[in-house]
């Protein structure tokens, strides 16, 4: 299982701006697929954004254009810039790292986006 350390949820008003960071206990390439996903209270967990080793990213609709994924190699480390927020993004916020042998998953951090 890869190792996963999320940090950078916190209170902000609607139309401001979080990144989430989540540092990785292997290095980035190794794995094939890191992604963000959220849950808000009552709903499933969904997918936000995923980045494959080879740089390919995806966007669920309703954040594509307000939201980045992206990492950085030596830090082993991706980020999820989050713009443009609303209160719907109000969710707890998880880290995924998914490799042949496993799918790993961080503690989550809580975002809560006020009107």
């Known amino acids: 299982q890869v190792q996963l350390v999320e940090s950078g949820g916190g209170l902000v008003q609607a139309g401001g701006s979080l990144r989430l960071s989540c540092v990785t206990s292997?290095?980035?390439?190794?794995?094939?697929?890191m992604g963000w996903y959220r849950q808000a209270p009552g709903k499933q967990r969904e997918s936000v954004a995923t980045?494959?080793?080879?740089?390919?990213?995806n966007y669920a609709d309703s954040v594509r254009g307000r939201f980045t994924i992206s990492r950085d190699n030596a830090k082993n480390t991706v980020y999820l810039q989050m713009n443009s927020l609303k209160p719907e993004d109000t969710a707890v916020y998880y880290c995924?790292?998914?490799?042949?042998?496993?799918?790993?998953w961080g503690q989550g951090t809580q975002v809560t986006v006020s009107s």
């Open positions: 980045l494959t080793s080879g740089g390919a990213t």
């Open positions: 292997e290095r980035i390439f190794s794995i094939n697929i």
């Open positions: 995924n790292a998914r490799k042949v042998s496993s799918n790993s």
